[in-house]
């Protein structure tokens, strides 16, 4: 195992900033490359015009999950070393609504937001600067209620854990999933431009 | 839709592609993946602690950046998320300054959208502990259960709820 790196090798504190600037460049890039600093792309998804959000969120989860697959297969990287985001279940679910809401509003999410302000939109500043006062108040809120916000603590669980299913054959259902949606993002892109 | 203004964009699904292959640098280099909403909630965090530090001690959401905004990771990949998007619009022609919106619609609409957008969205990244880059999209390529719960609310909410934001297009 020679992966992560940051985890195998100890890395400096500078390093670790450079490398964070470096891939956050890239991230940017690519979303910014993709139109995804635009919130009238971004909404194209909500009205079923342009389904841009979809297919770059997919081509994307297949690709870096695919790749994690192969590398651990092959005893590249470690998994165990890599941070799987942890599971509370309420609180995402309800955040997730909350979220949702937000993102048909802005059209914009908090990262595509930075790009949107960066390349010189308005609206995406005014994004940027709200989603931080969301977060400081809700910050603050949460304090008199950390009950709901430790809801449900499932640790780092998977799909593969409540479901029973080697990760082999859940990677197999998504890759499918992802397709079949990708054959219908493009017939319904046909039909809102015909 | 193409861009009102310099070079049109990517071809979807290789700039998925493209961004598929940062995440999994992320993973194999750092062993984490991408993220926006920490860093924000970061520098909310040191704000809350120079004005009152008991009080972000006892905050289970503050306590989460111990580091402080100056040396937390994701608040460095955010800083590099803001440059590479000038980059990529500024070789495309793309950097103009405006208010994004429909033909048709207002300014005042629009910024109103984006600024109730905003609030909506730093709320439930919190609830949550992650928004579409941090949660969804990395969460997702590593099957983390609550990731995939997050992104099936967010999007079944904001289908339920975009068409009273559509004026602000038209």
Redesign the interface.
Known sequence: MIAPFAEVQAFTEATRQGIGVAIGLAFGFALERAGLGSARKLVGQFHLTDLTVFKVMFSAIVTAMLGVFWLGFFGVLDLSRVYVPETFLWPQLVGGLVFGVGFAAGGLCPGTACVAAATGRLDGFAAVVRVFAGVLVAGLTLERAPAFYDAAARGPQTLSEITGLPDGVLIFIVVGVALLGFAVAEAVERKAHA | ?G?DRGRA??D??L???????????????????????GA??S???S??GMATPP?AA?????VRYPDGFF?E?????????????????KL?G?????????PHASAPR??L??????????????????????????????????????????????????P???K??R
């Open positions: 839709m861009p964009y990517a979807p699904y700039a998925g592609v493209g961004l598929g292959l940062v995440l999994l640098t992320a993973f194999v280099v750092m062993g984490r993946g991408l993220g926006a909403s924000f909630a520098g909310a965090a704000l809350v009080y006892q905050s289970p959401v503050f040396r990771w994701i608040v460095f990949e955010l800083a590099g998320v803001v440059l590479g998007g000038f980059l990529s619009a495309a793309r950097v103009r300054v405006e208010i994004e919106r429909g629009r910024m959208g984006a600024f109730a957008g905003g609030t909506f969205m730093g709320v439930g990244a919190v609830f949550a502990r992650g928004c579409t880059s941090g949660l969804a999209l990395t969460g997702g390529a590593l099957l983390s259960v609550g990731a995939w719960v997050f992104m099936l609310a967010t999007f079944a909410s904001a289908y339920a709820v975009a009273l934001f559509r602000s297009w």
